[in-house]
């Protein structure tokens, strides 16, 4: 009886536990299963498909244009050139449009025009490698010419509609599709994992399909590919579009706060207020007026002159946005020669860097990177927003540290003394003049002849010992520092890169996330061409030391208003709301002088005032 007594608890006891463990399963099968049909997954699920899409084309069109053009670099760099301007040009236009138009039909637009582009591309491609004979006889060689030309305008409006697309999902849909500011955290991390992994394995599936078959073969995969991407991207968001009713609201109420923002602003500095409306700023003209002067003044003329307003317009409201500095600091860091492109590539091969090796980097700064944007995460859930960028600006100026030191440690190649624009060739005859003796230098380097100048001689080299011992022992521990401080500093700068995407997504209004993101492109381009006209300037390997320094002062500089120094993270302005319309209290930093505006609702008056602070925590 005793025994029966005391194996009763003990049953109950499993029963209770295995039916826990049921229940608990069955929750994290229904919480997966409702993950998997919200708008979260399938904004996740048409990034993927459109960020694969994008390095896809963006790693096959340089391979299938040197190979079209005698293995040369020629169209290549032409090509990265157009894109480049384009966007430096065009940046505040594209933003402009999305902020002008509904949020169903910018993404409906830019979907169907990015993807027939690279389409289209793929096509003219593939008639140039199937029909490179017949095309090279028509016109004199001219049509060739052209097909390259329409290669370059068509990959140049692919890259424009992308643009266009990106700002639309991850600068505006996401905002409204996270609703508060924890979630949208998670979101951007997330974003920023799948654009990273796709950089790394999208390469190497289209790789291989070129490797393993042909470059026809890999033109017709991009055009299926993004057939395919077109539909189904389609179909994910408009399925978004309608589980969200916020993304149907372009700034209604948000507009009135604004409203109310600006004319407080304009009073304060001028009681005459005019009856024409102001912008955000409260001194650039709505553009609805402009546009009608533009169609008295004629089509074609008030077309370019608008163009040139909403440009110029564009670069006054950027530079007024209250995360100015931050948003500059982060264009800043386009401007290194630390990245993992075609100049790194260069470098590490002249440093005598096997690809394989130089692969296995590669991917280490990608895992790197997805550590970043953990460390975001997490950094910001402890910590804030605020003090994971001065965390993350920190950690990436310390790893680059490494770099400076590859430039002075054994094995550089840094050579202040070498021409700027000396070659290989010119290297190695003024290295064997002071080498060898006259008559070896004028006879033929042979077995014989070096014997008889008891000078050692390799057998497998058919050069002299003591030059390929040069070469065989060289030191490695300059290109190590190299890639050590490259790779371990991508987890600081994609650390800092979410900061400061978190910061223009909540500081920037709504009406105006276009227009600033447009405008932070085009900064982003001009500090990419900055990089490469630096390359250009200075080529030789010799000098890439002053590469590197300039570098990492220019990261220096960029990640400098991302610390709590001088960052302009200022008070939001009275009607600067986030998505669900609720305020938020953040502890913000600021050693400049900034306007605070708020509304004293219960009398209905207007307080403005400017204050020099260097801690606040405030309700904005």
Known sequence: MDFEIEEEPSVSISTHHSRNKKEGCLKGLDSTWRFLQSAHFFIYLAHLLSTWGDRMWHFAVSLFLVELYENSLLLPAVFGLAVSSSLILFG????????????????????LIQNLSVILCA?????????????????????????????????????????????????????????????LSSMNATLRQIDLLSKLLS????????????????????????????????????????????????????????????QNQTTFKDERVTSAPVSVEGELINNTSTNRNDKETGCIKGTLVSGIRTFRDGWIIYYKQPMF?????????????????????????????????????????????????????????????????????????????????????????????????????????????ATFPTDVLNASVTKQSLINKHIPYDETSQLPTNLTNSTETKEYL????????????????WSFDLTVTQLTQEMVYESKRGIVNGVQGSMNGIMDLLRFVFVIIIPAPEHFGILIILSVAFVSVGTYPGSGLSLRELVRPAGCLDQCGQVRSLKRWATVPFHLSTEMKGEGKTLSASFLLFSISADS
């Open 92 to 111: 505040a236009l594209v933003g402009n449009w999305v902020d002008r138009n509904t949020r169903m039909k910018v993404v409906q637009v830019a979907l």
């Open 123 to 183: 096509v003219v491609l593939m008639l140039l490698f199937v029909y490179e004979t017949e095309i090279t006889i028509l016109w004199n060689g001219w049509m060739k010419i052209v097909c390259y030309a329409l290669v370059i305008v068509i990959g140049v409006i692919a890259d424009l509609a992308s643009t266009a697309m990106s700002i639309a999902i991850q600068r505006d849909w996401i905002i409204v599709v996270a609703g508060d500011s924890d979630k």
């Open 203 to 262: 390469p190497m599936s289209v790789g291989q399909i070129m490797t393993f078959s042909s470059s026809v073969v890999g033109c017709g995969f991009i055009a299926g590919w993004n057939l395919f991407s077109v539909c189904f991207e389609y179909l994910l968001l408009k399925k978004i579009y309608k589980m969200t009713p916020g993304l149907a609201k372009k700034g209604d109420n948000q507009n009135k706060d604004e409203e109310v923002s600006e």
């Open 325 to 433: 500095l931050a948003a500059l600091g982060l264009s800043f860091l386009y401007m290194t020669v630390l990245g993992f492109d075609g100049i790194t590539t260069g470098y590490a091969y002249a440093q005598g860097v096997s690809s394989s090796v130089l692969s296995i980097m590669v991917a280490l700064s990608a895992l790197t990177g997805l550590i970043g944007t953990m460390f975001f995460t997490i950094s910001r859930k402890y910590c804030g927003l605020i003090h994971t960028g001065c965390f993350s600006s920190i950690a990436q100026i310390i790893c680059l540290t490494l770099c400076i030191a590859s430039v002075f440690a054994p094995g550089s190649p840094f050579d202040l003394s070498v021409p700027l624009y000396s070659s290989a060739s010119d290297q190695l005859e003024t290295y064997t003049t």
């Open 478 to 493: 300059s290109i190590a520092l190299y890639f050590a401080g490259a790779v371990s500093a991508r987890v600081g700068l």
